[in-house]
């Protein structure tokens, strides 16, 4: 398949480096060893698919632009509108087209997050009580001197967006009940440590997000009624652990069975296959996710700015 990579970012690099020998050509208004400025230069032609890095702001104009030309797109999270019909009419667009547009969400393909989704969906755990995820980075620099990221509500749509998208792959359906626990800008102008939740779900949820740490990291813990199961770091900030623990009744030690990875980032990889599979068997757009997604950040944001100074 021959695909493009419209921005050269940290993310399109990433996509540049997996796509190899398929790539045919680069977009990017700035960066110097683009082949192209504007996508729209690029003959439709010479490509079957885009990979977009873009900032948010251009994204919808971008994707509408591919998909009325047929092209596939995968486009970099989150894909969001303040007008849900603008979704919807990219979905509607590409199914018109026969296009796929896939929004990338790369830590679906970590192994240990795809353990846990198997874990839970064998029943083996029993009744899910509670699941507490912490996603932390150390980039409040480096978002703070960004005029663009440090904007709106900070660390919430960047790191919120792959919290919540988790909680879809493990959970499935969810009803839109996540509420903002706490918002604090400590270093960036934009929220840098947040926390939501919902004690009305089942399971119960808290996640925490934060360009604090100064340690890159993720930790999960579910709790369930026959055991539990948690995700220490992810792949690309190595080692990482999955723990099964079995309950012991009436109480005592649980067996406890543990996965220890240490390894270079396989997600961008196997997302990248994942992609090239979608569009070489014909797959229908959905959006349905990103609707999801958009409603609720949307809604959290707003909590997010006016909770923060």
């Known amino acids: 398949m021959r ?12 996509r540049l480096k997996v796509a190899r020998a398929d790539c045919v050509a680069t977009v990017d208004p700035v960066h110097p060893d683009a ?42 999270k989150p894909l969001l509108s303040d ?17 796929v547009c896939y929004t ?55 790191l919120g967006s792959h919290l919540l998208d988790t909680c879809l792959f493990w959970f499935g359906d969810l009803a839109d009940a996540f509420e903002l626990k706490s918002a604090q800008c400590f270093e960036n102008r934009a929220p840098d440590h947040v926390t939501i939740g919902s004690e ?14 100064w340690r890159n990291h993720f930790t999960c813990d579910v709790l369930a ?22 309950r012991i009744l009436p109480s005592g030690r649980p067996t406890e069975v543990e996965e220890v990875l240490t390894c270079d980032d396989p997600t961008w990889a196997l997302e990248y296959d994942h992609f090239v599979d979608l569009c070489r068997s014909g797959a229908q757009a959905d959006l349905s996710k ?7 950040l949307a809604r959290l944001s707003g909590q997010a700015v006016r909770a923060t100074p």
């Open 290 to 296: 990103d609707l999801w997604l958009g409603r609720a």
């Open 83 to 99: 007008d849900p019909r603008v979704l919807a009419d990219l979905e509607r667009l590409a199914r018109t087209t026969g296009s």
């Open 104 to 158: 990338a969400y790369n830590h679906r393909f970590e192994p240990h997050f795809r353990r846990m989704r198997d874990l839970i969906s064998s029943g083996e755990l029993g009744r899910i009580y509670s699941c507490r995820m912490f996603y932390g980075n150390g980039t409040a620099r480096l978002v703070r001197e960004s005029a663009w990221r440090d904007t709106g509500a900070g660390v919430l749509p960047d």
């Open 200 to 213: 009305t779900l089942a399971p119960r949820f808290d996640l925490e997000m934060t360009l604090l740490s």
């Open 3 to 14: 695909v493009i990579v419209v921005g050269l970012g940290v993310q399109g690099q990433k």
């Open 225 to 246: 009624e026959h055991g539990s199961a948690h995700i220490r770091s992810l792949c690309k900030w190595g080692p990482s652990s999955f723990t099964h623990r079995r």
């Open 35 to 76: 082949d192209f400025k504007d996508v729209r230069d690029v003959p439709t032609d010479r490509y079957d698919a885009a990979l977009c890095c873009l900032p948010d702001a251009p994204k919808v104009d971008v994707l509408r632009y591919l998909l009325a030309q047929g092209r596939h797109v995968l486009v970099e």
